[in-house]
């Protein structure tokens, strides 16, 4: 299976929206877009597969750009034939590209087939919460 990992265009939306509804619950809006956030798709012959968005971000502290890794999706029909392993490679490869010095991520704790593809290309779960204000 021929997976290509490319950036998201605006034909990718009904699809992605699909994708995004049936993994996360979430509905993404068509117009919101980041010059720090880069959406990406993974596609099979001309078929949306999967998505992902790269938040570039600078740690002041650190004083070193990162990428915060969100949305990591593949169409639930498709789960478990190696696309998010190929989504993880790009990721990886992109970010050392970019000169980034990590990649980050958070995860729901019921996520645990993405837990084993995390932590299968090096990534460690930290010891910590995530905390939320709506407003």
Same mark, same amino acid.
């Given at each position: 299976m021929n997976v290509e990992i490319r950036r998201y265009n605006d034909n990718d939306f009904e699809k992605v929206f699909t994708i995004l509804k049936e993994n996360f619950q979430v509905e993404k809006v068509r117009e919101s877009k980041s010059a720090d956030s880069l959406e990406f798709v993974a596609v099979i012959d001309t078929s949306v597969v999967g998505y992902f968005i790269l938040r570039r971000v600078f740690d002041v502290v650190k004083?070193?750009? %990162? #990428? #915060?890794?969100? %949305? &990591?999706? &593949?169409?639930?029909?498709?789960? /478990?034939? $190696?696309? $998010?392993?190929?989504?993880?490679?790009? &990721?990886? /490869?992109f970010a050392k590209e970019e000169n980034a010095s990590y990649i980050e991520l958070t995860s729901s704790y019921t996520r645990e087939v993405a837990h084993h593809i995390y932590e299968k290309y090096g990534f460690v779960k930290r010891e910590s919460n995530i905390f939320r204000r709506s407003l």
């Open positions: 004083a070193s750009n %990162y #990428f #915060f890794l969100e %949305y &990591v999706c &593949v169409d639930k029909a498709l789960q /478990n034939k $190696g696309i $998010g392993q190929k989504i993880m490679e790009f &990721v990886i /490869n």
